[in-house]
C-alpha cells in the first residue's frame, strides 16, 4: 500500500496534520478511535467516506512515525 494515495499533508487543511486523501479526517484522530472502544465497522459506519485501506493506511503512517522517533532516556538522579 502506498501511503501517499491515502494519507497526505496539506498546510491549508487541518494545519498541515496528516489527514485521510479527500477528507478533514486526521491520521491521529482515526488511530484514537480504537483506544475509545470504536470497532473498525462502527468507524466505518459513522464515516462512509473512508475505506478499510485508508484505517490501515493510518495505522501503518502512525507506527511509521514512532518507528522514527528518537528517545532519549532520562539520566537518574544522583
Known amino acids: ?3 501517499q494515495d ?7 487543511v487541518l494545519a498541515g496534520k ?7 479526517l486526521a491520521v ?5 478511535l480504537p ?6 465497522p462502527q468507524v466505518l459506519e459513522n464515516y462512509p467516506g473512508i475505506a478499510h485501506e485508508d484505517i490501515l493506511a493510518c ?4 507506527s511509521q512515525q514512532l ?5 532519549y532516556p532520562a539520566r537518574s538522579s544522583p
Not at 518507528?67 to 528517545?71: F, I, W
Open 1 to 3: 500500500m502506498n501511503l
Open 18 to 24: 496528516p489527514v485521510i486523501r479527500g477528507t478533514r
Open 6 to 12: 491515502r494519507v497526505v499533508l496539506n498546510p491549508d
Open 67 to 71: 518507528k522514527s522517533e528518537r528517545v
Open 59 to 62: 495505522l501503518q503512517y502512525a
Open 35 to 40: 483506544g475509545q472502544g470504536w470497532t473498525e
Open 28 to 32: 491521529e484522530f482515526i488511530v484514537d
